[in-house]
């Protein structure tokens, strides 16, 4: 059966799937022309983005930037496992490969708040917050990079879900359960670089989490207040 394992801790469950659930907000919104709310959720969107940069420092190990970003000798060594036929080794957390592509999510996502909040609509009526500090030009170059780079989204994005069922129906490894539950199980082999030498520190307390939630928020609030 192999042990349970904690992966996937409460914050960056919630960061994930309320993340996923603000971007669907934020395509019908703009696409329904109601830019009211689409700020608001767009100022969501900075939230969540900020508050996974601080936990990315600050969270639980598996969160860590520094524990899943690896070098290319690391990320070869895994896309090798990937094209072998057979399971891959155990993993608690992000793969090699998996941990750039984070980055590569969270960057295009940060891309899309940063033009938004530059950005003007079509007919002047609606602007971002920070629009009135540049010029014409500077906003409807910030709107035609709020579009297109929301088409790099949708394709980085649909990249990100084919992985995660290549993983499950492929190599016979759901990722989905602990991105859920938080939990995973995992059979360690002796030889296993995850193995029992690699236990982690776990998850830290929420209260560190509600902290920098709070932090990430009132970030936001104050940019929205002061811009
Ligand atoms: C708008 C759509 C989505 C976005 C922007 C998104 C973004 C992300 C991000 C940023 C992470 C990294 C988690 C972290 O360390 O902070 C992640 C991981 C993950 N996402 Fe998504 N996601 C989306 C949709 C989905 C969907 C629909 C599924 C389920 C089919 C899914 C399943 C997963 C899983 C399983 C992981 C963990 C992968 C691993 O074990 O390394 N995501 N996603
Ligand atoms: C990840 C976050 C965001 C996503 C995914 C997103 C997505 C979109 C999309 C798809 C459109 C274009 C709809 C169309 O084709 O007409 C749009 C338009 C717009 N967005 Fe966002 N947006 C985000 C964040 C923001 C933020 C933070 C702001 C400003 C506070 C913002 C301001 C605008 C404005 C002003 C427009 C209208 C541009 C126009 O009329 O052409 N967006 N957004």
């Not at 969270?106 to 009526?125: C, P, R, S, Y």
């Amino acid at each position: 059966m192999g042990e349970r394992i904690p992966i996937w801790d409460l914050p960056i469950r919630l960061f994930h799937w309320l993340l996923v659930a603000d971007l669907a907000g934020l395509w019908w919104t703009a696409t329904h022309d109601d830019l009211a709310l689409h700020f608001k959720l767009g100022y969501a969107a900075l939230a969540l983005l900020l508050f996974r940069l601080l936990w990315g420092v600050m969270g639980s190990d598996q969160a860590r930037f520094a524990r899943f970003l690896k070098g290319p000798a690391a990320v070869l060594s895994h896309v090798r496992h990937v094209a072998s036929p057979g399971p891959l080794p155990p993993q608690r957390g992000h793969n090699a490969l998996g941990g750039w592509a984070v980055v590569v999510l969270l960057l295009v996502l940060l891309a899309q708040v940063g033009t938004g909040l530059f950005a003007v609509d079509d007919d002047g009526m609606e602007e971002g917050p920070l629009a009135h500090r540049v010029g014409a030009s500077a906003t409807k170059l910030a709107r035609r990079l709020h579009h297109a780079n929301f088409s790099l989204i949708q394709i980085v994005v649909a990249v990100h879900v084919a992985a995660v069922l290549f993983y499950l129906l492929v190599k016979r490894e759901n990722l989905v359960r602990p991105m859920v539950t938080g939990w995973k199980r995992l059979t360690f082999l002796p030889g296993d670089g995850a193995g029992e030498s690699d236990v982690g520190h776990g998850w830290v307390p929420l209260w560190r989490a509600g902290l920098l939630a709070a932090v990430a928020a009132g970030l936001v609030a104050g940019l929205v207040v002061f811009a």
